[in-house]
């Protein structure tokens, strides 16, 4: 070093912060804009499962002359005991209902299920 001219202060590295991005300032409202998008995500796919859900409470209604309630219950306890989501059971159901085949191990589930909820609603 030459004489007269002092080292420049170096904060030791656990010390340093770093260099300021933002970041603190930014949080609340990158997590409001990731909570939108979660919900955006939710309400679009919410849009594309409910139609086919509600066709196939119309269908179940209709076949088994029962109430919107009893029919969604035939319809979880479906996919519920047959481990296939709600709305591929469903579409399944709506499927049936145009002259499509149900497959056979959803039908039997399905008979199960009209067959307890005729045996709680006597």
Do not use: Y
Not at 53 to 59: C, E, F, P, R, T
Not at 90 to 113: K, M, N, V
């Amino acid at each position: 070093m030459r004489r007269g001219h002092a080292a420049p202060a170096q904060t030791p590295p656990e010390q340093d912060p770093g260099p300021s991005t933002g970041d603190e300032e930014d949080g609340p409202a990158l997590r409001e804009t990731a909570e939108l998008l979660q919900a955006r995500e939710q309400i679009r796919h919410a849009l594309e499962t409910r139609p086919p859900i509600n066709m196939a409470l119309g269908v179940l209604m209709a076949t088994f002359t029962c109430q919107p309630d009893d029919a969604s219950k035939i319809l979880v306890d479906v996919s519920q005991h047959s481990n296939v989501k709600l709305q591929q059971v469903a579409r399944a159901i709506t499927q049936g209902a145009s002259g499509q085949p149900i497959p056979a191990e959803l039908q039997e589930h399905l008979a199960a299920a009209v067959k307890a909820w005729r045996a709680s609603s006597v």
